[in-house]
């Protein structure tokens, strides 16, 4: 967590510096290339990654936990390899429907692809809590990422190309540690008996993936298409600015999830400070949360003059932002039971359809009238839509749920 920090406060520094030496324009490529690379190793992953955290306490010695990470990795790595082969036979084409030039849409592809695996080794070592290595690893990618682009951002006269070309060695180099750091836990004796239950709790947990998604990126894809790339810039360094607590609180959930999953077994096995430990633990982080942003909306005006003028106009979307980023982290707190138990997950995945289209069909009414500001406002309406759903749905399902309330 520290590392993260650490990290992110320094990048976040540097935005301002870039702000004047990247146009709008330039930066709305990279965000879009970002968006379509997130998607890309989304739908290569399939969610799998997500089974590690889940079937790893119900492993009973360390080779069944390598079983089951290999026989994740192997589908990651088949899903990948069609799903790369499949876009890149149509990459003109797609990269034409997105209004993306095509030399950014084979990169995105690129970078997904490399990149799809990082994060099936990082779900390994958090349910292991080897938080020591964790933190490491999160500083030298980190600290290679922030020099990298230093460095190609100041010599580089395509300052687009030089932040798409950072993603592009970063997914390098995670790539290269998924190998070395996965090599004590690969095994030929695949787990194939189990592959059914895996790949039933993937595919309940994918539509909610593709969901989310969808809510937090699509706005870009039609602020892209229908305005053009220096809107999209302007908006992606706004929410660059306003996610900044979702960002790290995403990273203290990646440690707070295998907790909680911890938990949910203890309390099942009838240990009773479990449910107080964890109630204890949600108040406080829930409480920083709360602080964090609330400091940051008030500094926001002086945040947004140490940009550029050009992106005087983010100042709006990064009010709106920090508020959708409270909205999110209860989301995603609310939501850690029906992630634990398995009949819940569909349900979960609803919840997401529901709010994705729901959000298509603002953006598409509110983004050609009314520009980044009816971005802001269909992102807060749809967020806003599946935190009610959830609450409700914890209320009605409370005996499952009642700990988190």
């Given at each position: 967590m520290i590392a993260t920090i650490s990290i992110r406060a320094t990048s976040f520094l540097l935005l301002p510096?870039?702000?004047?030496?990247?146009?709008?324009?330039?930066?709305?490529?990279?965000?879009?290339?970002?968006?379509?690379?997130?998607?890309?190793?989304?739908?290569?992953?399939?969610?799998?990654?997500?089974c590690i955290s889940r079937f790893f306490f119900d492993c009973e010695d360390e080779e069944s936990v390598k079983r089951l990470y290999s026989t994740i990795v192997l589908f990651i790595s088949i899903n990948s390899v069609i799903i790369f082969?499949?876009?890149?036979?149509?990459?003109?084409?797609?990269?034409?429907?997105?209004?993306?030039?095509?030399?950014?849409?084979?990169?995105?592809?690129i970078i997904s692809f490399f990149g799809v695996f990082y994060n099936a080794i990082l779900a390994?070592?958090?349910?292991?809590?080897?938080?020591?290595?964790?933190?490491?690893?999160?500083?030298?990618?980190?600290?290679?990422?922030i020099f990298i682009q230093l460095l190609l951002v100041v010599n580089l006269e395509n300052k687009a190309m030089a932040l798409v070309g950072t993603?592009?060695?970063?997914?390098?180099?995670?790539?290269?540690?998924?190998?070395?750091?996965?090599?004590?836990?690969?095994?030929?004796?695949?787990d194939f008996s189990r592959a059914r239950k895996y790949m039933y709790y993937s595919f309940s947990q994918f539509p909610s993936d593709v969901s989310g998604w969808l809510v937090k990126f699509t706005d870009r894809l039609f602020i892209n298409k229908y305005i053009g790339a220096a809107s999209t810039g302007i908006?992606?360094?706004?929410?660059?600015?306003?996610?900044?607590?979702?960002?790290?609180?995403?990273?203290?959930?990646?440690?707070?999830v295998p907790y909680i999953f911890s938990k949910y077994k203890d309390m099942n096995s009838g240990v009773e400070k479990s449910e107080i430990e964890l109630v204890k633990t949600v108040t406080?982080?829930?409480?920083?949360?709360?602080?964090?942003?609330?400091?940051?909306?008030?500094l926001s005006n002086n945040i947004v003059q140490l940009l550029a003028p050009e992106y005087a106009s983010a100042f709006f979307v990064i009010i709106v932002m920090l508020v959708?980023?409270?909205?999110?982290?209860?989301?995603?707190?609310?939501?850690?039971?029906?992630?634990?138990?398995?009949?819940?997950?569909?349900?979960?995945?609803?919840?997401?359809?529901?709010?994705?289209?729901?959000?298509?069909?603002?953006?598409?009414?509110?983004?050609?009238?009314?520009?980044?500001?009816g971005a802001c406002f269909s992102s807060l309406t749809s967020y806003s839509l599946t935190l009610v759903l959830i609450l409700y749905?914890?209320?009605i399902t409370k005996a499952t749920l009642h700990c988190l309330l």
């Open positions: 510096f870039y702000s004047h030496l990247v146009s709008p324009e330039e930066y709305g490529y990279v965000y879009m290339v970002s968006a379509v690379s997130t998607f890309f190793n989304m739908v290569m992953q399939f969610s799998m990654h997500a082969t499949l876009l890149w036979c149509f990459n003109e084409q797609l990269a034409v429907l997105i209004n993306l030039p095509t030399v950014y849409f084979k990169l995105a592809l390994l070592l958090y349910v292991k809590q080897n938080a020591k290595k964790v933190s490491v690893t999160s500083i030298c990618v980190g600290v290679f990422q993603l592009f060695l970063n997914s390098i180099l995670t790539f290269i540690i998924f190998l070395f750091y996965s090599k004590p836990f690969f095994t030929v004796n695949f908006y992606g360094v706004g929410c660059t600015v306003g996610q900044i607590p979702t960002i790290l609180f995403m990273s203290l959930n990646s440690a707070l406080i982080v829930s409480s920083i949360l709360m602080v964090l942003i609330t400091i940051l909306i008030i959708i980023s409270l909205v999110d982290c209860y989301r995603v707190i609310y939501m850690q039971p029906l992630s634990y138990n398995i009949k819940y997950t569909k349900v979960k995945s609803l919840i997401w359809v529901v709010s994705a289209i729901f959000n298509i069909l603002l953006n598409i009414y509110l983004i050609p009238r009314y520009g980044i500001y749905l914890a209320v």
